[in-house]
């Protein structure tokens, strides 16, 4: 074989290895490769080329660059615009350097060519041909770059060499491999080491598509969201979202993001933000979230008002706004000074318990406000559904927050003072009952994170000072009383409102109708008129509503009249409230047959009660008339049986019970009545109609019958006696077993009434019954001396 020689220009490629047979375009950027493709240019148009086995380095020595090049043929050179230029060259053959001829002002080389053996075609030649073809056509499935028209033209090539040539120059292979399947004149050994790089290179393509594929999902994903938000953003705006629900959300996150709320709650409400960006404007459902985020972002999640508490202060506080109430001031200060020495600890629950208008509420206001804590009221009066203390899930209609996170929402701080007002009225029913829930609430285990239905995360209630009331605690359950400490309030005496009205009402009426620099005047008469004749309480509620009356009307007739002063006296009292709205149902005029003074315990405190009856002839029925409760019919049995087992003592007919028919009625049918404390006051109108012995006019009783004729005790004996001291009696008769309830009574009251105790029904019937009358049946006289000193006169 004969080798031809050439002395030669050389031009050093970066990361380009050319090959015989085939054209390359590349651009020159270097003066010395310029000059080198000049001389070529100037001589026989041939140049040897040559890969850098650097890339980075830009004047290259002769050891640089491999030894194995290819001669090739510029065929032309471009200048481009931006002034460097760019050659197509065609590769001729391989060749080797053999010397460096000259290195300035280009590497100028002596170079041997290398011939590779011709192919023959033989079966050796073609099955190198088919294997070739076959891994290539794999890689280039899995290769995205190449273009169908390039894999064709090389398919299209049968000679060995030029195929191994062809693919060696257009696959994506390292420097180094292109150059070794250069450096390979045999193109046996050519196409071997094509065929392995070409496999590993298919591999390498695979696994790569594998990676791109996984980072293409996970951008896919990322991206994903981000497309659909900027489409629902434009399909907003095309439907018209002018303001845009975008920018809502945005804004509502912003204010989520600076709430000092736990991360927890925060977490969940960015959440909440996102699902709201997701949804139509004008949607009832975004409707509902707006709702939701106004609620919850105007929460005071960590605001507090600062908590002092000065004992003397507090006592002042007290004192400024109320009249009397001694005992349940010192209480009530003796509670706060507890608490402020437990400092956090929550303590039992303080409960005042009193009728209405005693001044409960107004307590608590006072406390709130010595304790500079936030006061807001809660009514829990007629609730009977669990959803009222705890709020309804947002997925019902018009749902709402509970009243406790109303109440919080509405103090405006996270520790207010919360009233929580009759708590004796709430019930349950089937849906739950708010009891438990409220049980919750005061649970200082569970409070620090209560959790409305509606606000759903949870809030710490336990800075929150709870303070309940109740008119009575009969109804109030177990568990709540076991955690409160109660404080009973009862009604006022006369001469207490008279002081209430005169240092407070009338003051704080006059304030609030703006009657400052006014003179209006009540005199004492006139004030002692409305407390009796134009209300019946315990409390002073409808006393103050009347004085504010007569205020407003004052107002009115300042103006008209243009007078500077107004007195307003017991006959001028009718013009401004009207006729007289109650009479006290004072004592009878006269001592009466069957007819017997009761006394009982209302709402609105103590009341008289008068209990007729009526015998007549018949067959022994008896009727019960008035309204009157399951128990209340009850006493009445038992006194008609006590009094036929003792008929013979009492001079009645023992067999009255078959001959005569009883009707027991109690008057103002419209009240229901129930309690067993009226027991005594049927026995004795009973007895009474019976034997014919009138009752005495001045005397009033309470206390509940057994069967045996023992009296048994009752309740609410203060408010009884006011009432009966409001109805001028003279004495009451009460179970010797409340003896200790007559230090409760006032002493204006006790100086007026004789109180005389019984512990069965002789000693009363001794005290009430008259001697003489015209009998029914007569009763022997020496009875009614043997019992009369079990009566005791207490003063
Ligand atoms: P309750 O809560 O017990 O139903 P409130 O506290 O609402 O009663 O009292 C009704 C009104 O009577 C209030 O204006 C209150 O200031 C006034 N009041 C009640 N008791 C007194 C009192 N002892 N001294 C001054 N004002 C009183």
């Not at 009884?720 to 001291?725: G, M, N, Q, T, V």
């Amino acid at each position: 074989m004969n080798k031809k020689e050439y002395i030669l220009p050389l031009l050093p490629l970066r990361g380009l290895v050319v090959y015989p047979h085939m054209s390359v375009t590349f651009d020159i950027g270097r003066e010395t490769s310029n000059q080198a493709l000049k001389a070529a240019m100037d001589s026989d148009k041939m140049i040897f080329l040559s890969a850098q086995m650097d890339m980075e380095l830009d004047e290259p020595g002769i050891e640089d660059v491999y030894q194995i090049g290819t001669i090739a043929s510029v065929k032309q050179i471009l200048k481009l615009p931006n002034g460097t230029r760019r050659a197509l060259v065609e590769g001729v053959s391989r060749a080797v350097i053999k010397e460096l001829v000259s290195a300035q002002p280009y590497m100028t080389v002596r170079a041997s060519e290398i011939k590779c053996p011709e192919g023959d075609y033989d079966i050796t030649d073609r099955a190198f041909v088919r294997k070739l073809q076959e891994e290539f056509e794999k890689y280039f499935t899995s290769c995205q770059s190449m273009t169908p028209d390039v894999f064709l033209s090389i398919m299209a090539v049968s000679d060995p060499s030029v195929l191994a040539d062809r693919i060696a120059s257009s696959v994506n292979f390292p420097i180094d491999i292109k150059q070794k399947a250069l450096e390979c004149a045999d193109v046996y050994e050519r196409a071997e080491l094509l065929l392995v790089e070409l496999a590993r290179e298919t591999e390498v393509l695979k696994i790569e598509e594998k990676i791109s594929r996984r980072v293409q999902k996970q951008v896919e994903e990322n991206q994903k969201e981000y497309y659909l938000r900027e489409q629902l953003k434009a399909i907003q705006k095309e439907l018209g979202d002018k303001d845009g629900i975008s920018a809502e959300a945005k804004a509502y996150r912003d204010k989520i993001k600076a709430l000092r709320a736990k991360k927890e709650v925060k977490e969940k409400l960015l959440k909440d933000a996102d699902r709201f960006e997701k949804m139509q404007s004008s949607s009832a459902d975004s409707a509902v979230m707006r709702n939701y985020f106004d609620t919850v972002l105007s929460l005071p999640w960590n605001k507090k008002t600062k908590e002092s508490f000065d004992i003397n202060k507090a006592s002042e506080v007290l004192e400024r706004d109320h009249y009397g109430l001694e005992k349940v001031k010192q209480r009530v200060l003796e509670y706060l000074s507890v608490h402020s020495l437990k400092k956090n600890a929550q303590g039992p629950i303080l409960c005042l318990v009193g009728p209405p208008g005693v001044g409960k509420t107004s307590i608590v206001k006072s406390i709130a406000e010595s304790l500079g804590r936030k006061y807001v009221r809660i009514s829990l009066g007629g609730i009977h559904d669990e959803a009222d203390i705890r709020g309804h899930r947002k997925t019902y209609i018009g749902a709402m927050e509970g009243r406790i996170m109303d109440a919080v929402n509405r103090a405006g701080s996270k520790n207010p003072l919360m009233l929580l007002d009759e708590i004796d009225k709430m019930g349950a029913d089937y849906k739950g009952d708010p009891a438990a829930a409220l049980l919750e609430v005061l649970d200082a285990e569970q409070n620090f994170a209560f959790r409305d239905h509606y606000i759903e995360v949870p809030f710490d209630l336990s800075d929150v000072l709870f303070i309940t009331t109740a008119n009575t605690l009969d109804t109030v359950s177990r568990p709540l009383l076991d955690r409160m400490e109660v404080i009973e309030l009862s009604g006022y005496i006369e001469d207490e409102k008279f002081n209430i009205v005169k240092k407070y009402l009338i003051p704080k009426q006059i304030k609030r109708n703006g009657l400052e620099d006014k003179k209006l005047t009540f005199t004492d008469e006139a004030v002692h008129d409305i407390i009796n004749h134009y209300t019946r309480e315990a409390g002073v509620r409808n006393l103050e509503r009347e004085i504010g009356s007569v205020c407003r009307k004052a107002a009115k007739s300042f103006l008209e009249s243009g007078k500077k002063s107004l007195r307003i006296t017991q006959n001028t009292l009718i013009t401004y409230l009207g006729k007289h709205k109650f009479n006290f149902d004072l004592m009878n005029e006269k001592n009466e047959v069957g007819v017997a003074r009761g006394l009982a315990w209302t709402q609105v405190g103590g009341d008289t009660l008068s209990i007729e009856v009526n015998i007549m002839a018949g067959t022994g029925k008896v009727e019960l008339t008035g309204k009157l409760g399951d128990v209340m019919k009850e006493s009445a049995m038992t006194a008609i049986s006590y009094i036929r087992s003792q008929a013979e003592s009492f001079g009645i007919d023992a067999s009255f019970y078959k001959t005569r028919d009883i009707h027991i009625h109690v008057p103002e049918g419209a009240v229901p009545k129930d309690g067993p404390s009226a027991g005594i006051t049927i026995a004795t109108a009973l007895v009474s109609a019976l034997t014919g012995r009138a009752v005495r006019r001045d005397v009033a009783m309470t206390g509940e019958i057994t069967l045996r004729g023992r009296v048994l005790p009752i309740g609410g004996l203060k408010e009884k006696s006011l009432a009966a001291f409001r109805a001028e009696i003279k004495t009451i008769i009460i179970p010797e077993k409340n003896i200790a309830d007559l230090d409760e009574i006032p002493n204006e009251i006790r100086k007026q009434i004789n109180f005389v105790t019984a512990d069965c029904m002789e000693a009363v019937l001794n005290e009430a019954l008259t001697d003489v009358g015209k009998p029914y049946m007569h009763m022997p006289l020496s009875i009614v001396h043997n019992t009369r000193e079990k009566a005791r006169a207490l003063n």
